[in-house]
């Protein structure tokens, strides 16, 4: 079974950036950033394919984030600048069940433990 582990999160001011990281246990077909507010629905905020082509970006976080894969391949990358009060959640990364996956969280699996990301000043 593919672990996914995430780091990065943190406290940063608005305006601030960070830099999330998801690393794979093993390769993995595609890699999805999911976020989840306390007392709402989980996010889809960005998705990957192995082929290293975004697929999504969240309307919301369109223009400040960017998803990528890093020189080690089973890494992919979640960058966020310009942070609004409004990122603040618990960040996820998750593995597609297969090649064609979208980004609908139900075609994801192998759910990380999440890193805290929160904007305050």
């Known amino acids: 079974q593919v672990q996914l582990v995430e780091s990065g999160g943190g406290l940063v001011q608005p305006g601030g950036s960070l830099r999330l990281s998801c690393v794979a246990s093993?390769?993995?077909?595609?890699i999805g950033w999911f976020r989840q507010a306390p007392g709402k629905e989980r996010e889809t905020v960005a998705c990957?394919?192995?082929?290293?082509?975004?697929?999504y970006y969240a309307d919301s976080v369109k223009g400040r984030f960017s998803i990528s894969r890093g020189n080690a391949r089973n890494t992919v990358y979640l960058e966020m600048n310009n942070l609004r009060p409004e990122d603040t959640a618990m960040y996820y990364c998750?593995?597609?069940?297969?090649?064609?996956?979208?980004?609908?969280?139900?075609?994801?699996?192998?759910w990380g433990q999440g890193t805290q990301v929160t904007v305050s000043s």
């Open positions: 990957i394919r192995s082929n290293d082509d975004p697929i």
């Open positions: 093993a390769a993995y077909r595609g």
């Open positions: 998750a593995r597609a069940y297969t090649p064609t996956a979208n980004q609908n969280s139900y075609d994801y699996g192998s």
